[in-house]
Every structure is written in C-alpha cells, then in structure tokens.
C-alpha cells in the first residue's frame, strides 16, 4: 500500500512546460506606456518609497526653498571662483621697494626734496641720504613730536625747512652742510600762557623769500577764537653770508679748540681733527647770528557787513580808496535799521523756499581754515622785475590790506589747488562747483558741477605738458594751446579727469564707487616727471601706479611682505621734487621703537620706458622775454578775431537803429 502512495505522488510531481507560438519580438509601445509630463523631472533616480515618504506642506514648500537657497549659493561661489581666477589673470605687476631705512620713532610727515629725505619724528626733525639712505643729522632740542614740514631749495646744496610740532608752535630751519640751524620760533611763547597761539598751516615761497603762517588763538578784547595769516620776509641773502663765512674760516684751517671726540686717528696714532665735525660746531655757533624774520604782512578775516559808522557822507568819502583797489564794503552809509528791515522783507517774501534749522544755531560754529598759495610774478599781479621796493618795506600791522584780486565763488569754498607755474587755480565749492580759472587772462577756464552724490575731498592738477604731435621748441602758440588737467577726488571714493582747454572741455570718470571697503582711494599724488600717471593709495595697504590716458592701473608697489603700510587710511609719504622716488612708511606690525621708511626709484622699474618719453613737460616759471611773447601772441590773436567780428556787430547795430528809427517815425 505505501509502494502505491508513493508513486502516486511522484507522477504528480512533474511541472508543465509552455512553447511561445510567436516570435521574439520587442512589442511596439503603446499610449498607456507613455510618459507624463509631471513625472518627467522624477524618471531618473527615483526613489521607490517616494509615494510614501513624500511631504506634506508647509514641509515641501520649505525643502524647495531650502533648495533653491542652495542652488543660488553654489552660483554665487563658483561667480567668484571665476572672477579670483579672472583677477589673477588680469592682476597688475607688483613691485617691491628698491630700497629702504630704519629711523628711530614714529614718523608723522616726509618731505623730499634734492638729494635729501627730511621726516618729522615723535622726537624731532632728522635729515637722510638719499643717495647713501643714511642719517646726517638729527635736531632734538625740543623733545616734541613734529607733525607737519615744508621745504624750499635755497642753491649750493642748502634748503629752507618749516616745521610745526604737536603743541601748535611753528619754526624755521636752514639746512647747510649736513647741519640743521634753528632759525626762529615763530609763535612760541614764554611768558604769558594765555596769550600762546597755534599755527593751523604753513607754507614756503619758491626760493625762500618768504614765509606764511595760519595763526589761531584768542582775541585780546573778547574771549573768541579767531585765524589770522602772517607773512614774514625771510632774509636769506644774508644768511647766505655769515654761513658762507663760516666754511672759509673753517677751510682756512682747524679751529683753535677743538671738544673732545672731534678727532680722527691716524695709522700712527696721532690724532687728527675732523673737517666734518668742526665745520658743524662752527655751523651751530654761528646759529645765534642768523637774523630773525620780519613781519611784513598780517590778513584778518573781513569784519562782516554792520551798519555805517558815519555821521555824514563827507566822513565815508574820506574813509575811501582812491579806486586802485577793490574795497572790502565796510565804507558804506547803510544803516543798521535798513539791514534789518532789508532782512525782514527777504524771509518774509521767500519763506517757503527756505529751510531754517533751529538745532544749526544752537551749535557752535566751526572754525573755519584757510588755504593759501604763493604766487610767482605774472600779468595780473603788481609783482616782478618792474615793481621796485625797499628792502625794509612792510605795510602797518594795524592796517587792513585789499585784496588786488577777488576771484568770486557762489560757495563757501572745500578746497583749492594751483599749478607750479601759477597760471591757472581750482576752487571746488560745496555745492559740488569747480572753477578753473586762468590767472593771467582773468577769467574762468571752465566750469564743472558734479552730482550732489558727489561730496569733494581734495583736487590735485596734474603736470602740464605737451602731447608727441606738439613736441616742438617752446611758444606762445603751444602754451596756449596747453589742456588743463584736474584731478578730483570724492569722499566716496570715486576719482575724475577734469580737461580743460581753450577750445575742449570734458569730464572722464578714472575710477567708481569699489565693491569692496579696501579698494577705496584714500589719497592720490601727482608725479612731476610722469605727467601723464597718477598714484592711487587704497586702504587695503597697496598704491597703485594708473595711466589715465588708457585708465588702466599699470603696476602696485607694495612693501616686502614683513612689513605694511603704515595707516593706509591717511599714508605718510612723498615724491621728491625731482619726480624720481616714491618715499612711503612701513609698517613691522610689532611695538618696536622704530620704523621702516621704502624708497621705490621709478626709473629702477621697466614701466619708465613706456611713460617717460610720450610727453613734454613744460616749464614752471618763464623767463619775461617769453611771458612777454605770450600777451603779445595772445593780444594779436584776440584782434585778429575782433576785426573779424566788427563788421558783423556794426551791420547789427545798423539795423537795430534802423529799426528805432522806424519806430519813432510810426508814432
């Protein structure tokens, strides 16, 4: 019975097999296979437990969002990815100094001029090589931090030095021989406290013939703080005789006594006087007979407009000038009542269009300092070769001098500038205004408004010259024809190129508003030799080197990289007279006592070969034979074009009396 069961069961184990009658073919794809669009984006990569995993809002709502964040966040870093890389590629040429110095304590100012660096210390003044980038001499007496220096040359190696220090007190120097002699203090006081007065500004005739001074300080009569400008005439003709003295005894052989540690030691021992030494002790001794300045010159500002002081108009005839002059207004028969009722009526008519701070008159009012330039001899000014003058003249200090010129601005004034040769100024105003006036013609070159986004930090002109096509021996013709050039500089950081000419006028934006804070322009300087450059300081620490004809930056110069630049935001540096360094101070970034001062030589760099030789420089000042040239030049220019308009203006006149006459004849 079991043998029965079990092949029963194997026979019924044997599985069915089924033959495909058709041929293997794929079948084509019907409708219902097709592809939707909304299942499109999720075909590919498709997670199988998607049906069940899926969000339900607001979730899936903010997982987008979160996606589409990322999306644009990867954009943004492979942008700037690809402007790294694009700056690396494009990135001007770094440069480092050729050379440097180490000074002892912090330097505040520079002033290069000749063979000469003269650096303003929190010690003192201190005077270096250029050539030997070593220190020659040091003055100290004082122990007071210097903050500001100007310097003329004087000839024969010898300069005049202007300092002012961190007390206010402003003082001469006459550098000779390696040696520092002080001259005078000008506004030191010793006795009375009270009556100490502190000088804003200074500034140094070309040739050392003068010397002026911004003072501020107390009023005798009322306890209000007032600026005043003197002029001193600095008699350098005779300094230049004692000192000159001096080195004769001091060439004609060793002075009687000689101090200790003056003396130089032979190969056999003996010891032998130092020239060089001696010369300064002589140079120091004579210090105290060098005379002092004289004051010839001393500018208030102009009392304002009150009512007249006179009786009668007999008395403010006698006040006035005899015309030569413009007057300041102060001779008048205005009364007071009639200000006032003038003012009265004026904000009463214009009330609406005025807008009146309450909070601006409680404020104290800000001192407000002045600018001021000295002026070679020209057409305009009473100066020169044909005004002959004592030698001791000066006008009364009690008196009020008048201006021989009043150039006339619409706005209080920001800043100033003036070319080396003092033919053309440049006034830019508050309202944005900036005048180019041409000081030997009397009338504005141009005149230039920029936006009121546009707040004017400081303007520089840059060195006139003369373009490839016009290199030509010197003439009234090319000067003339020269272009004005104006640099301006916004607190926004944007730069411009104001061109000015008799016959051309443009404005060009140099550089906008950075993207970045440290590529903001902190300061520009212009280069005497390289009329056509321009140097950039940015607060990121470098200075960059720009063409404004072709407005591309053509190098950096930078410091080595142990060191930085030394407040980028307010660099101390300078360009020697000569155009051929740049002097910055650097910065070790430690607490040490001293610093680092880099000298980058121009010619030393391979750029000079492309800038040097495009243009021509013309001269600062011309002799009189060519200034006379030029007014000649012009005057018959000028004629020329009035004989040809004079027929024009007389047919006009004809017919406008013609015309009157018609008139008269209708009625």
Not at 28 to 35: A, C, Q, R, V, Y
Not at 148 to 174: C, P
């Amino acid at each position: 019975m079991n043998n029965q069961i079990s092949n029963t069961k194997t026979g019924s184990s044997k599985m069915p097999f089924y033959l495909r009658k058709q041929p293997l073919e794929i079948p084509p794809p019907t409708e219902k296979d097709w592809i939707k669009k909304d299942e499109e984006e999720d075909i590919f990569l498709k997670d199988p437990h998607q049906a069940v995993d899926s969000l339900p809002q607001p979730y899936r709502m903010i997982n987008k969002l979160l996606g589409l964040i990322f999306d644009q966040a990867w954009e943004v870093i492979a942008g700037l990815d690809r402007q790294e890389i694009k700056k690396q590629l494009l990135a001007p040429t770094l440069y480092q100094p050729s050379d440097g110095f180490q000074v002892v304590g912090r330097a505040n100012c520079l002033a290069a001029a000749g063979d000469y660096i003269f650096i303003g210390l929190s010690t003192g003044l201190s005077v270096f090589s250029m050539p030997q980038r070593e220190k020659l001499f040091s003055w100290d007496a004082v122990r007071l931090e210097v903050c500001a220096i100007r310097t003329t040359d004087l000839g024969n190696g010898s300069h005049l030095v202007g300092s002012v220090d961190e007390m206010g007190i402003a003082r001469l120097f006459y550098f000779i021989k390696e040696t520092i002699l002080h001259i005078k203090a000008i506004n030191e006081v010793q006795e009375d406290v009270s009556k100490r007065t502190t000088c804003a500004e200074l500034e140094l005739s070309r040739g050392g013939d003068y010397a002026a001074f911004l003072l501020q300080g107390k009023s005798r009569r009322a306890c209000i703080s007032e600026a005043w400008l003197e002029i001193y005439r600095l008699p350098k003709d005779s300094w230049r005789k004692e000192l000159e003295y001096v080195q004769t005894v001091a060439a004609a052989g060793p002075a009687p006594t000689s101090a200790a540690g003056h003396f130089k030691e032979t190969k056999a021992g003996h010891p032998v006087p130092d020239p060089q030494q001696e010369l300064q002790q002589l140079l120091i001794k004579a210090e105290s007979r060098l005379g002092p300045p004289a004051l010839i010159l001393k500018i208030k500002s102009p009392k304002p407009l009150a009512g007249t002081i006179f009786k009668n108009p007999f008395e403010a005839l006698m006040k006035c000038d005899d015309g030569n002059v413009f007057g300041l207004g102060q001779n008048h028969l205005i009364k007071q009542c009639q200000w006032d009722f003038q003012e009265a009526l004026f904000y009463s008519t214009f009330q609406q269009y005025l807008e009146v701070d309450i909070e601006q008159e409680d404020k104290e009012e800000k001192p407000s300092y002045a600018t001021f330039y000295f002026h070679l001899p020209g057409r305009m000014l009473p100066f020169g070769t044909e005004t002959k003058t004592e030698p001791g003249f000066s006008l009364p200090l009690d008196s009020e001098p008048k201006p021989d010129i009043v150039w006339p601005c619409a706005a209080p004034i920001t800043c100033s500038a003036i070319t080396p040769c003092s033919t053309y100024l440049a006034f830019a105003c508050e309202d944005g205004t900036i005048t180019v006036w041409d000081k030997f013609i009397g009338f504005p070159l141009s005149v230039t408004v920029l936006r009121e986004e546009y707040v004017i930090r400081s303007i520089h002109f840059l060195p006139l010259s003369l373009p490839p096509s016009e290199k030509t021996s010197f003439s009234s013709k090319n000067f003339a024809s020269t272009k004005v050039r104006l640099l301006v500089l916004c607190t926004d950081g944007t730069l411009h190129l104001i061109t000015s000419g008799a016959k051309e006028y443009s404005t060009k934006l140099l550089a906008d508003t950075p993207e970045s804070p440290g590529q903001t322009i902190s300061a520009v300087a212009t280069i005497p030799t390289l009329p056509n450059a321009v140097l950039i300081f940015f607060r990121e620490g470098t200075v960059g080197l720009m063409d404004i004809a072709k407005q591309d930056t053509i190098c950096h110069f930078i410091p080595p990289p142990s060191h930085t630049v030394a407040s980028p935001w307010q660099p101390v540096f300078s360009v020697d007279t000569d155009g051929q360094y740049l002097i910055l101070r650097g910065d070790a970034g430690g607490t040490a006592d001293t610093e680092t001062i880099f000298l980058f030589e121009f010619k030393s760099y391979p750029f000079m070969e492309s800038l040097a030789d495009k243009f021509e420089l013309l001269p600062d000042y011309l002799p009189w034979d060519k200034q006379y040239n030029t007014f000649l030049g012009d005057s018959l220019q000028r004629l020329s074009t009035i004989s040809q308009q004079m027929p024009e203006c007389w047919s006009q006149l004809q017919t406008y009396a013609a015309a009157l006459q018609a008139a008269r004849q209708e009625k």
